[in-house]
């Protein structure tokens, strides 16, 4: 059973940065999309940002572009998400995904390995 890795939540302040890390142990991680979805308290879980295998392509949620940065290392079967202006709203449990099919990933419907989930909590 493959399980993916996450780490890198906790308690920041508005404006502050954080950073998610996910792993896929194994030596199948070059062949899967990696991305990151998050749901906040009370509402629907939502896609954040994921990218392609070999990392050419991203794509991002409009809510977060710009202050979200999603990257991949297959040398170390790692996706970082760097979170820079962190907002209130942008408080959440945030979940690693695992696709090797890249629609089936960013529509979130057909994802085939997620995370335990992550706490990012920002504070005003």
């Known amino acids: 059973q493959v399980q993916l890795v996450e780490s890198g939540g906790g308690l920041v302040q508005a404006g502050g940065p954080l950073r998610l890390s996910c792993a896929l142990p194994g030596r199948t991680f070059a062949t899967y999309a990696m991305g990151w979805f998050r749901q906040a308290p009370g509402k629907e879980r939502e896609f954040v940002a994921a990218v392609s295998r070999g990392g050419a392509t991203t794509d991002y949620a409009d809510s977060v572009k710009g202050p979200f940065t999603l990257s991949r290392d297959d040398a170390k079967n790692t996706v970082l998400l760097q979170m820079n202006s962190l907002k209130p709203e942008d408080t959440a449990v945030y979940y690693c995904?695992?696709?090797?099919?890249?629609?089936?990933?960013?529509?979130?419907?057909?994802?085939?390995?997620w995370g335990k989930g992550a706490l990012v909590t920002v504070s005003s």
């Open positions: 995904a695992a696709d090797q099919h890249w629609y089936a990933l960013v529509s979130g419907a057909g994802v085939t390995y």
